[in-house]
């Protein structure tokens, strides 16, 4: 069946440190990508997606991209801050049911 | 354009008692999903609705829970008989009609708390 798996947490970064978050998939057909952010106490909000092979999702100075030769949506951040400090999840959907990964913590320190 | 509002935000119940969870989707959007999120843990499936029809209950437990959306008013979630076990977050996510590629919205969350 459908699944995610992701890189498990916490992981702690110095501000300004570069981020990957690793993501793999297991899919029939052809899914979307997505990864969502959970701040502490919240519910979780979409923070880019990726609908095709090859796209690349962005936003806020994250990035991934779908690639479906390795099956991997790996989220990235070229500098983080502390107020990246949250849990991160990759989602795939598909046939109209979302999979997601187990989460991964980021902590940032000043 | 209100998200997607669950509600109560916090819920506490004693064994036995009955829990009801209420979400209203965003305006415009039919489909429904309900997850569980234990503590430090990630988000499980329950049960996809669209108006008046269950579509994908598989996430449900067989006993005890219930999930609905009727015509007019919320989607609740009801669970009976709670135990210790049932304490977790629920969040409720909703997504368009017609959504290609079904990305989903949510809502902030209950957290049920069972003594």
């Known amino acids: 069946g459908d699944s995610v798996t992701q890189m498990e947490g916490p992981v702690t970064l110095s501000e300004e440190a570069f981020l990957t978050i690793n993501c793999t998939y297991t899919a029939t057909g052809y899914p979307s990508l997505f990864w969502y952010v959970q701040y502490p106490g919240e519910g979780l909000q979409l923070l880019l997606k990726a609908t095709k092979a090859d796209d690349k999702g962005s936003n806020k100075g994250f990035e991934a991209t779908y690639r479906k030769e390795t099956t991997s949506f790996h989220l990235e951040k070229g500098s983080v801050q502390v107020s990246d400090s949250a849990v991160y999840f990759c989602?795939?959907?598909?046939?109209?049911?979302?999979?997601f990964g187990s989460g991964t913590k980021l902590n940032v320190k000043p | 354009n209100a998200g997607v509002m669950q509600n109560p935000r916090h819920l506490v119940r004693r064994r036995g008692q009955e829990a009801r969870l209420r979400c209203s989707p965003m305006?415009?959007?039919?489909?429904v999903y309900w997850y569980r999120q234990l503590p430090e843990e990630g988000l499980k499936f329950m049960v996809y609705?669209?108006?008046?029809?269950?579509?994908?209950e598989s996430g449900m437990p067989k006993e005890r829970f219930s999930a609905e959306f009727p015509k007019e008013g919320p989607s609740i979630l009801r669970i009976q008989q709670v135990v210790r076990g049932d304490s977790a977050a629920y969040f409720c996510?909703?997504?368009?009609?017609?959504?290609?590629?079904?990305?989903?919205?949510f809502g902030p969350g209950t957290r049920l708390t069972v003594l």
């Open positions: 609705l669209q108006k008046e029809n269950i579509i994908d």
């Open positions: 996510a909703s997504s368009p009609r017609d959504s290609l590629y079904n990305e989903q919205f």
């Open positions: 989602a795939l959907s598909s046939f109209n049911k979302f999979y």
């Open positions: 305006k415009g959007h039919s489909h």
